[in-house]
């Protein structure tokens, strides 16, 4: 019998190299691939998600997969929002209002 067997890395192991990556480029753009080995068989889901699921470990893999994913999403938002937080007075210029000055000539050109 011939066997493949890859080493697997759990999920939060996962999440957090690419949240070290992700904060290592910061102040860049940044682009993150991130790669969830696992549900895969065979199915063990950490102690939080597994019993729950103990009639379908696939479904305790995916709801293991899907809080990691959502931790770390919910970092990157966190960053993007804040990067994206526009500096107000320094980015929009100062208004002036140009209606005085157009109501004056109005009245003037009418007398």
Do not use: C
Not at 17 to 37: E, Q, S
């Amino acid at each position: 019998m011939f066997s493949i067997h890859f080493s697997e890395r759990d999920a939060r192991e996962v999440t957090d190299r690419a949240l070290d990556v992700w904060t290592r480029l910061a102040g860049r753009p940044r682009f993150l691939w991130v790669h969830y080995f696992d549900a895969h068989a065979p199915y063990a889901a950490p102690q939080r998600w597994g019993p729950a699921h103990a009639a379908n470990p696939y479904d305790g893999e995916l709801a293991y997969v899907d809080a990691e994913v959502g931790r770390l999403l919910e970092r990157i938002e966190r960053d993007v929002r804040e990067d994206l937080r526009p500096d107000i007075p320094k980015q929009i210029p100062e208004r002036q209002e140009r209606r005085q000055p157009d109501a004056k000539r109005r009245k003037n050109r009418s007398t």
